[in-house]
């Protein structure tokens, strides 16, 4: 990158550092018992403490949602950073580990109640010690009698010790949208240099150049169905639509090893296979989704029988297989599934390094296509961001050919995509110093311009990031759409776009897309900044194109020079 535009992206990402408000929790340190109630279970202080003097030892709990609570002041619509530090003291015998959250409760005016995870961490054993719970969140627009920050999550049979607990206002970027433009015209676009060259009969005042941006080179993706893909009824349509405004995509389904493989030994990869080289044949690229998947709800039955030996050489061969047959088909290979939500494989094997391990045998199965972890609540939600942080750290210092880090991004039902969020939560990420790829986009809105607004406002702050290389929404025609038509772009047997399709395209295929054309200045010169992609220039002379001297050309990062000789 060159050394002004990096300087001005980490002057964008210094000005827009945090500043933190008073702390609201009071005695967050647990020196007393004050302010934190504990209902229905036991607490005392103890010298096992995170810092200080005293932490707070819970114990008799009858609820995995039972824990110590202090109600706390939030003010709606304002963001918030919340932390805090628990350390289980004993594990429950036969179970992998206790998932732990730092929880938010409201209760409405209107009595309606939610819960809301700021901070979360799952399969947490003794052996981990003190674990730090931690994320940032803004409170939803709604009048509010009361709130509480509390623990929750482990088996009631464990105990745990708490500590240092803190709460405390961010403020929002206030200037996102003006970022966003300048990360995207610093990271998104290039120089187009236009030297014209006129015989001495061509006044140039009659020249003008039209710039046509013809090709994307913006990797923007969609999950693809693969029974929309091979309808009869349907797929000439969809195919049409995924041809005409998608350059890559991912077979959601059918490369997930609970469906190739849901009996043992009865292995199924034509369903992805015919889907992927269809995809290939239109000018796609293709992202693999995925090699194993470790949240124990998603391994199949027959594979949770084994254990040992048996497990890893059957993992291994599986790996080697399904790399083996979409051998040169796909870019991208999405490892281990939500390796922060559950870790099944590694704890089946009791071997807390077969995460490395997976990557290392993809990796050595096919050095070329380019690997990632994939994850939620890192960016949509915030609970997990800074673990997955860590867990970048982990695998690009073990160096297993960890490539990028896949960001899901669900946003919740009916929930504005908060871009400050996004932004700081991308920021945090960012300190890996791997590329950053949006893998399943979707947010939810009944209504389709509210739908619009939040895809809009979740598109600009993450194509307004300088470390995202690529957006992947996760469907997008309601019939074929996980979340139905709420989330969806496209609707209908006839695929109509609604609201929310047509703001999304015109982002990409209007804005962020380059078609400008230019009356030649007396000197010849000419500048235009385009958008990334392949290029059509396009020389008229009084309102005419002439012929044999238009200049096609790739625009990518660096200024690109075109010489154009007009001689009419
Ligand atoms: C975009 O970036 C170019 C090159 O750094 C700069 O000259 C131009 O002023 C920028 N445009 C806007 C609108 O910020
Ligand atoms: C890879 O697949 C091909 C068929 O596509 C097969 O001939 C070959 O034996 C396989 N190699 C391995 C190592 O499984
Ligand atoms: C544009 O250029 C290509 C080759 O570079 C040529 O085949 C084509 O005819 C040209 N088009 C026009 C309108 O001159």
């Not at 824990?67 to 530090?85: M, R, V």
């Not at 959601?252 to 269809?278: C, S």
């Not at 993809?362 to 939620?376: I, Q």
């Amino acid at each position: 990158m060159d050394p002004a535009v990096r300087l001005f992206l980490l002057a964008l990402v210094f000005k827009s550092s945090e500043s933190l408000g008073d702390e609201l929790v009071k005695n967050g340190g647990f020196e007393s018992m004050d302010h934190w109630g504990c209902w229905q279970i036991q607490c005392s202080l103890t010298t096992d403490k995170h810092s200080g003097h005293h932490a707070l030892k819970v114990t008799g709990r009858h609820n995995w949602y039972e824990g110590p609570s202090q109600f706390i002041e939030l003010t709606p619509g304002h963001l918030y950073t919340a932390s805090g530090w628990v350390k289980l003291l004993s594990d429950q015998p036969g179970q992998p580990g206790q998932d732990v959250f730092l929880e938010i409760g409201y209760t409405y005016t209107d009595g309606s109640q939610y819960f809301f995870v700021a901070g979360s961490h799952n399969g947490v054993k003794t052996s981990d010690g003190w674990v730090h719970l931690t994320g940032n969140f803004d409170v939803p627009k709604k009048p509010t009698k009361e709130v509480r920050i509390y623990y929750q999550g482990p088996d009631p049979s464990v105990s745990f010790v708490v500590d240092d607990v803190s709460l405390k206002e961010i403020s929002p970027v206030s200037n996102w949208r003006h970022i966003s433009d300048s990360v995207i015209n610093q990271t998104r676009k290039s120089d187009i240099h236009i030297h014209v060259t006129t015989a001495s009969h061509v006044k140039r005042a009659d020249v003008e150049i039209h710039v046509l941006q013809k090709k994307r080179s913006f990797p923007l993706g969609t999950d693809v169905s693969y029974t929309a893909y091979n309808s009869n009824a349907a797929g000439g349509k969809f195919r049409a639509f995924l041809q005409r405004h998608f350059n890559w995509a991912t077979p959601g389904l059918p490369l997930k090893w609970h469906f190739t493989e849901q009996r043992r030994g009865q292995v199924n990869y034509q369903d992805a296979l015919t889907t992927i080289h269809g995809l290939r044949k239109q000018g796609l690229k293709v992202r693999g989704h995925n090699l194993v998947w470790s949240v124990k709800d998603y391994v199949q039955d027959w594979l949770q029988q084994l254990s040992g030996n048996e497990l890893r050489t059957v993992v291994k061969q599986h790996i080697i297989d399904i790399m083996n047959v979409t051998h040169g088909l796909l870019e991208h290979w999405d490892v281990n599934n939500e390796n922060l939500h559950g870790t099944w494989y590694q704890d089946t094997l009791h071997d807390p390094d077969y995460d490395l391990e997976l990557f290392r045998i993809a990796h050595h199965a096919d050095p070329n296509v380019k690997l990632f972890l994939n994850e939620y609540g890192v960016v949509a939600g915030g609970h997990s961001t800074n673990d997955y942080l860590k867990q970048a750290q982990h695998f690009k210092a073990a160096n297993v050919g960890l490539y990028g880090l896949g960001v899901q991004c669900h946003f919740p039902s009916e929930y504005a995509p908060e871009p400050s969020l996004i932004k700081k939560r991308l920021d945090v990420l960012a300190q890996a110093g791997l590329p950053i790829w949006v893998t399943e986009l979707d947010v939810q809105a009944q209504d389709e311009n509210r739908r619009a607004d939040f895809y809009e406002t979740a598109l600009r702050a993450v194509y307004g990031h300088p470390a995202v290389e690529g957006i992947v929404f996760w469907g997008f025609w309601d019939q074929a759409h996980w979340l139905g038509r709420k989330a969806s772009l496209v609707q209908g047997d006839d695929m109509q776009m609604n609201a929310a399709g047509r703001r999304v395209f015109d982002l990409f295929e209007n804005q962020w897309t380059t078609d400008e054309t230019h009356s030649l200045p007396t000197s010849g010169q000419l500048t235009v900044r385009g958008f990334h992609g392949d290029y059509e220039i396009r020389v008229m002379h009084q309102g005419r194109e002439l012929a044999n001297l238009n200049k096609t050309f790739t625009l990518a990062k660096g200024d690109h020079s075109v010489n154009i000789n007009v001689h009419q």
